[in-house]
Structure formats: structure tokens, C-alpha cells
């Protein structure tokens, strides 16, 4: 409803074809936030599974401590687990990486779609008002913190509701 409203404000000051050129770049970055959210999931899928081996092999050595030390397997145990600490740590840093090209680009959307609005106003040779433009950019800025930014948010969230750590056993 509320992409609705705006959209009608801001063609109502603009025009329909630069007024939907400039939601439809909103609308792609969401896209690609859905994107990245498929991703997420697939990543943190796999860390989940890697923190689970390392967990259950620490578990192991430390359950049979006695035995270990009697046979001398501490270097294949830290080989092991340290092996594991690596593809984990390379999984979140990686899952932490596009999560900051993600909340970019929910910041930069605004942007984009006021840059792209304008150009399409330019190209078709409407006028451009002081008021018009100021309009504008609140609009497409609304339209970002009340949907964008909450959308982007879920789509980084959704997966670790569904593969938190009440359901990896």
C-alpha cells in the first residue's frame, strides 16, 4: 500500500515515466537483496554444518582427554580443528562482506532511483522545481526506510530463523 501511495505522489509530481523509473530502481535493488538473502542462506547453512564438526570434534577430544594424551593425537586433533576454525572463519567473513555490500546498497538506492528519476525528467525535458525535486527525494527516502531497509534486514535475518541454533542438532 505504501509503494502505492508513493509512487502515485511522486508521478503526481514528476511524471509516470520518470516517477516509475525511479521506483523500479527501488524495486531492483530489492531484487537483488533477495539475491543476497539466497545466498545468506546458502552460506550459513554451510558454516552451520562446519561449526557442527568442529564442535562435535572438540567435544571428542575433550570427552577422551585421558586417551588422547596417551596416544599422542593432540596434532591430528589442532590440525582437525584448526582446519575447520579456517573454512569457518572464511564462510563469516564472507557472509560479513555481503552483508555490507547489501546494506549499501539499500543506502545507496535512494540515491540511484532520485539520480535515475531525474534523468528520465531531464531526457523527457520536464522542468525541474526547487519543490518538485525536494518532493522527490523525501518520497523515494520514505519509500526506503519504510520498506527497503526493513526488507533488506529480513532477507539477512530469515535464514538464521530457519537454521538457527534450536534446529542444527
Not at 101 to 129: D, E, I, R, Y
Amino acid at each position: 500500500l505504501e509503494v502505492i501511495v508513493i509512487a502515485s505522489l511522486i508521478c503526481n509530481e514528476v511524471g509516470y515515466m520518470a516517477g516509475l523509473s525511479g521506483i523500479g530502481v527501488m524495486l531492483l535493488s530489492m531484487l537483488v537483496a533477495i539475491k543476497f538473502g539466497k545466498a545468506f542462506f546458502r552460506l550459513r547453512k554451510k558454516t552451520a554444518v562446519i561449526t557442527d564438526t568442529r564442535i562435535k570434534t572438540i567435544t571428542e577430544v575433550l570427552t577422551g582427554m585421558l586417551t588422547v594424551k596417551a596416544f599422542c593425537w593432540e596434532e591430528p586433533f589442532i590440525e582437525n580443528i584448526s582446519s575447520a576454525r579456517k573454512v569457518e572463519a572464511g564462510h563469516i567473513r564472507q557472509s560479513q562482506a555481503m552483508s555490507g555490500v547489501n546494506l549499501s546498497l539499500s543506502q545507496a538506492a535512494p540515491a540511484l532511483s532520485t539520480m535515475v528519476t531525474f534523468l528520465v525528467c531531464w531526457h523527457n525535458g520536464t522542468p525541474l522545481v526547487l519543490s518538485n525535486v525536494l518532493t522527490v527525494m523525501a518520497l523515494l527516502q520514505v519509500l526506503r526506510t519504510s520498506i527497503g531497509k526493513k526488507f533488506v534486514r529480513f532477507m539477512e535475518a530469515f535464514p538464521v530463523r530457519r537454521f538457527g541454533p534450536q534446529s542444527v542438532r
